[in-house]
């Protein structure tokens, strides 16, 4: 994208019927008076869902029209489209980057450096996406665990099985890039101007192939089933020591993910400076998403829209209780990375068309809940509920469900209701408060009537709860300077397993940064 041009801004477009592209631009014309013959482009820059009032749910469109003449329309504010920015390309070294990692943030950071002439190598312990799919594929079919590729490990990292959500409340000028680039790779067009983007794991499969494709057609490499293992300071480089091998780099970028336990137990070890940072645990909790959208919708509107979404925050005295990752239309996920325990997220695909909506249900775990100061005791806490959540499910990789009524009445569950679990390979009955702390049980508990007040039925007794949550963040953080290298030199951390991301696209800017970073440096 490389715009060098004024656009005029149409802003405040109510739309309440479906119109295709054309019928789009002659009613946003008509508001805005624009003659059609002196429209050169135009785009959408925004379309959101108005759904405040149920008697008037719309879409709200802006545009950005481009004419011969823009002086002849003062009425309208005028926009100056940026140029895209060029990177500043200092290195000369002889050694390749090596990115450990091929989710977004080691993406990323790749297709910046190839864009500029510099070939990274990057080594991902997991399979290639396409095998990742079957293993993942047999876990939820089988429970068969394959500890090294799975939902969490393999190319395109833990958001290549969630909703693929683009959303980010970060402010950073990358950011429409990196919407452009997923555009560019095979996302539909729409994630450049939603307001609430996804692309869906469906969709991702082919984007990280495309991807994949084109960082090697400009020399860069990837090693698949290649398990980072350790490094050594050598003067000037690092020597890295990988499954397959050994390789001399002076820029060893960090994008591990956030599940990446015994790579941050080798970097302790190595003494690289760490913090605990706080993050959060729960459940997922699923409704019928017929009932999500009518409570979103109602009853009035003809749009035919999509998958209602919501998100939803409660403030107690103590803790904070929050949606999180909410997938409209989709199923709860099995992503557990080791054998021994159960570990839950939420996956939609493009269509979002399945029966259920489901969310995270997280309260807050601040780093004074630990004794000590062992940055590695969140990771311990997670594994703990983890392996709990492992014994209550069987033993077998089934998930402890409950009923919400059950839960908030602190019994077992001796039923389904009119909500079923979407969870493979299976669910047992049980009681999640046993596994929980009780401070996560209770603020979920003081949320729910809040909740239900926000959106009507959200606090349905047949609501289901899948224990447990526990992968939404690093509980650590990979302390970093200015030129994004850590305390040991020539080692970039970056993403959402270093503490610096929490989500695709933020994980995504930050491995634009740290190629930045690495490109400046001479």
């Not at 401070?439 to 003081?446: D, G, N």
């Amino acid at each position: 994208m490389c715009y060098d041009f004024i656009m005029l801004r149409i802003d405040g477009l109510k739309i309440y019927e479906d119109l295709n592209r054309e019928q789009l631009l002659e009613k946003a014309l008509r508001k805005a008076r624009i003659h059609k013959q002196d429209v050169l482009n135009w785009r959408i820059s925004r379309k959101s869902i108005d759904s405040r009032d149920k008697n008037d749910v719309h879409y709200l469109y802006s545009l950005l029209v481009e004419v011969r003449d823009e002086s002849r329309y003062p009425h309208l504010p005028h926009v100056q489209e940026k140029a895209e920015e060029k990177f500043e390309v200092n290195r000369r070294s002889a050694y390749r980057p090596i990115i450990i990692g091929a989710g977004p943030a080691g993406l990323f950071c790749a297709l910046t450096l190839v864009d500029n002439g510099i070939r990274p190598i990057i080594i991902e312990q997991g399979d290639s996406v396409e095998k990742r799919m079957e293993k993942v594929r047999m876990y939820r079919q089988a429970g068969k665990l394959d500890e090294l590729s799975n939902v969490q490990f393999g190319e395109g990292g833990a958001g290549t099985f969630s909703d693929g959500k683009l959303t980010t409340g970060i402010n950073s000028r990358y950011i429409d890039r990196v919407l452009e680039t997923f555009r560019k790779f095979g996302a539909p067009e729409e994630v450049t101007y939603l307001a609430k983007p996804h692309i869906g794991t469906d969709n991702l499969v082919t984007i990280l192939v495309n991807i994949r494709r084109y960082i090697e057609e400009k020399g860069g490499e990837y090693h698949f089933n290649c398990r980072f293992e350790d490094f050594e300071q050598r003067g000037d480089y690092l020597l890295v020591r990988c499954q397959d091998g050994e390789y001399e780099t002076d820029a060893l970028v960090l994008a591990l993910g956030h599940s990446a336990r015994k790579s941050f137990a080798m970097l302790k070890r190595h003494g690289m400076d760490m913090k605990r940072k706080n993050f959060s645990v729960g459940v997922r909790i699923e409704h019928l998403q017929r009932d999500i959208d009518q409570a979103q919708y109602g009853d009035k509107t003809k749009l035919k829209l999509p998958a209602a979404q919501y998100k939803l925050v409660y403030h107690g005295q103590e803790r904070s209780c929050y949606t999180f990752c909410m997938c409209p239309g989709g199923e709860v996920m099995a992503s557990s990375s080791e054998e021994g325990q159960v570990v839950t997220n939420g996956m939609s695909e493009y269509s979002r068309n399945k029966d259920n909506a489901n969310a995270a249900l997280l309260v807050n775990v601040l780093t004074t809940d630990f004794p000590g100061d062992d940055p590695l005791e969140g990771i311990r806490f997670q594994e703990r509920l983890e392996r709990k959540a492992f014994e209550a499910g069987g033993g077998n990789h089934f998930a402890p469900v409950q009923r919400l009524e059950d839960f908030e009445n602190n019994v077992v569950s001796d039923h389904i209701g009119r909500i079923k679990p979407s969870y493979k390979p299976g669910y047992t009955l049980s009681n999640l408060n046993e596994i929980l702390p009780s401070y996560v049980s209770e603020t979920i508990k003081q949320a729910m009537p809040y909740f239900d007040r926000r959106i009507h039925g959200f606090n349905d007794p047949d609501a289901i709860l899948t224990a447990v949550e526990s992968r939404t963040s690093c509980p650590l953080t990979l302390l970093r300077g200015d030129d994004m290298q850590s305390s040991i030199p020539m080692i970039y951390p970056c993403g959402e397993g270093a503490g610096y991301a929490g989500g695709i696209t933020s994980a995504a800017v930050d491995g634009i940064k740290v190629a930045v970073e690495i490109m400046k440096k001479e």
